[in-house]
């Protein structure tokens, strides 16, 4: 049972146009949320994250949105760089329950920013 | 801030030897320590959990005696491979979360092991 879901594998976008990646999740207990970058052969890099009480967070060309109704978190990178290309990681996390800080990821989008 | 390592990078090694992964947190204390493996195109799956001083919590599927993890201090948590196979050829990646404050809520994630049995 897949509990995050990055059902693109990929994305391809222009430099300096917005890439946005997304993430659906089923466990309601979810309560906080991440972005991380991940180059090939390396870990990941923690980039943003999002906790259920908020709906936005926003951090330089990084922003994350969090629709908790839908259960659907989007990361928003505006203006696309070439080094941004990478595969992206969403993870999921119940901080307030039986807290082990356990975090579940989804399968990776693979972000390619074209010149 | 919040560097961890990992030692070694990269490790070949005959079938049916033991490999040991150390994960280091370099600027803060981490309480707790996460391993997971990546197969080639695909997520992070947790294998272990684990907290200073008590034993690993296992992730269903993931055999105990086979992947022995101790996290003896507040900066160092290994992971041993017992017996390798080469189905155990993987990528190992380490994490780790603060004690409190500024490093607590995020993990933090070392460089990872590529680990090749043959």
């Known amino acids: 049972d897949q509990q995050v879901k990055q059902n693109s594998p990929s994305l391809s976008v222009q430099e300096g146009r917005i890439s946005i990646l997304n993430c659906d999740y089923t466990?309601?207990?979810?309560?906080?949320f991440l972005w991380y970058k991940k180059y090939p052969a390396e870990g990941p890099t923690f980039l943003i994250s999002?906790?259920?009480?908020?709906d936005k967070n926003e951090d330089g060309r990084f922003t994350v949105f969090l629709n908790k109704s839908a259960k659907h978190l989007s990361l928003h990178i505006v203006p696309s760089q070439p080094g941004d290309s990478a595969v992206y990681f969403c993870?999921?996390?119940?901080?307030?329950?039986?807290?082990?800080?356990?975090?579940?990821f989804g399968q990776g989008t693979t972000l390619q920013v074209k010149p | 801030g919040a560097v961890v390592s990992q030692h070694p990078s990269w490790v070949i090694c005959k079938s049916g030897t033991s490999v040991k992964i150390e994960c280091r947190s370099l600027?803060?204390?981490?309480?707790?320590m996460f391993w997971y493996r990546q197969f080639p195109k695909q997520s992070l799956m947790l294998m272990a959990t684990?907290?200073?001083?008590?034993?690993?919590?296992?992730e269903q599927g993931v055999e105990k005696d086979k992947f022995l993890i101790n996290h003896a201090s507040l900066t160092l948590s290994t992971l041993t491979v017992t017996s390798a196979h080469p189905e155990d050829s993987s990528f190992y990646i380490c994490?780790?979360?603060?004690?409190?404050?500024?490093?607590?809520?995020?993990?933090?994630f070392g460089p990872g092991t590529r680990l090749t049995v043959l």
């Open positions: 994490s780790a979360r603060g004690l409190a404050g500024r490093y607590s809520d995020t993990q933090y």
């Open positions: 466990n309601s207990m979810f309560d906080y």
């Open positions: 999002i906790s259920s009480i908020k």
């Open positions: 993870a999921a996390s119940a901080l307030g329950s039986s807290n082990t800080g356990k975090l579940i």
């Open positions: 600027d803060f204390q981490a309480t707790t």
């Open positions: 684990s907290n200073e001083g008590s034993k690993a919590t296992y």
